[in-house]
């Protein structure tokens, strides 16, 4: 018997598979970021996590921030190093625009796109999935704003439901922060694109921006901030003096499923892992049936 074709719970597999990566920051000829973080190297041991989860996602999605100063030579290394990965894992990859992006430099760079100060949108159909890339981005500026032309824009293309339904895909989260920062730099007008998405099939928000995973909802829908590669946020300080630290960071693994999805964190650490689960143990539950899987794995021995 395959493993792989047996249900071991209530849920048949996810119907679709996203990576959700955020924030890496590069900048031209890999400096260090504020003199100290490595964000290339912190990307490709990103990546060699992604590689490492045996799977074929559906799509991988960076929100935003790819680069800390939207230079050319940051761009081009962004693609040096996450196209081979999507290659070998045959998976689209899908850029969102952050506020430390440069809209002309990453459409011309990384897009192969006429450069412009156009909004940098795309609309991707992952068998089904709906996945809507919009730019928060205020050239000149690090908060974030959605004007007129693309919320109208957002909601042509949210006039006709997709069969598995829509995720946006952005930058600034459209949710509070208990750090003073982030909520001078949050998405403004919020109240606008409640609007737009309000009775569509917009399933799921996913966003970036804060450096530290976080959840919450909005207007009804769940939103999941994924945390950065570059750096991450050290919240166990208290709200006024948090700051950023080369430990902690990690990437989403998106699961959609008929009637929700999840959004499970992968930590990007180097740890020692015991080795009791495997893909024989997996063969050996398979085998059994769904009370002898019960019985061999949910009951607790007797107290004596």
């Given at each position: 018997?395959?493993?792989?074709s047996v249900q071991f719970?209530?849920?048949?597999?996810?119907?679709?598979t996203i990576v959700h990566l955020s924030d890496t920051h590069l900048l031209g000829g890999n400096r260090p970021l504020g003199g100290r973080f490595d964000t290339e190297q912190n990307l490709l041991r990103a990546l060699e996590a992604v590689e490492g989860?045996?799977?074929?996602?559906?799509?991988?999605v960076f929100t935003g921030d790819l680069t800390d100063l939207g230079e050319p030579d940051a761009y081009r290394a962004l693609r040096a190093a996450v196209e081979p990965v999507a290659a070998r894992l045959g998976a689209p990859v899908v850029w969102v625009a952050g506020n430390h992006d440069e809209r002309t430099a990453l459409r011309r760079d990384l897009l192969d796109l006429a450069p412009s100060e156009e909004p940098v949108t795309s609309v991707h159909d992952l068998g089904?999935?709906?996945?809507?890339?919009?730019?928060t981005t205020v050239p000149g500026w690090h908060h974030g704003d959605l004007d007129d032309a693309q919320l109208a824009w957002l909601r042509a293309e949210l006039a006709d439901p997709a069969p598995l339904g829509t995720i946006l895909a952005m930058h600034?989260?459209?949710?509070?922060?208990?750090?003073?920062?982030?909520?001078?730099l949050e998405l403004r007008d919020q109240s606008r694109l409640a609007d737009a998405i309000a009775g569509t099939d917009v399933r799921a928000i996913i966003a970036g921006h804060?450096?530290?995973?976080?959840?919450?909802?909005?207007a009804g829908v769940p939103v999941s901030v994924a945390?950065?590669?570059?750096?991450?946020?050290?919240?166990?300080r208290p709200a006024a003096s948090v700051n950023g630290m080369d430990a902690g960071q990690s990437f989403h693994l998106v699961h959609v499923y008929d009637d929700t999805i999840t959004h499970a964190v992968v930590p990007v650490v180097d740890a020692e892992t015991?080795?009791?689960?495997?893909?024989?143990?997996?063969?050996?539950?398979?085998?059994?049936?769904?009370?002898?899987?019960?019985?061999?794995?949910?009951?607790?021995?007797?107290?004596?």
């Open positions: 018997m395959d493993a792989a719970g209530q849920y048949p597999p996810a119907r679709r989860l045996g799977i074929r996602p559906d799509a991988i089904g999935l709906r996945l809507i890339a919009l730019d600034h989260p459209p949710l509070p922060s208990h750090i003073p920062l982030f909520d001078i804060l450096h530290h995973s976080t959840s919450g909802t909005f945390a950065a590669t570059c750096y991450t946020m050290d919240l166990a015991s080795d009791f689960f495997s893909p024989a143990w997996v063969a050996q539950m398979a085998a059994l049936s769904p009370q002898e899987r019960l019985e061999a794995f949910s009951r607790k021995p007797t107290a004596s």
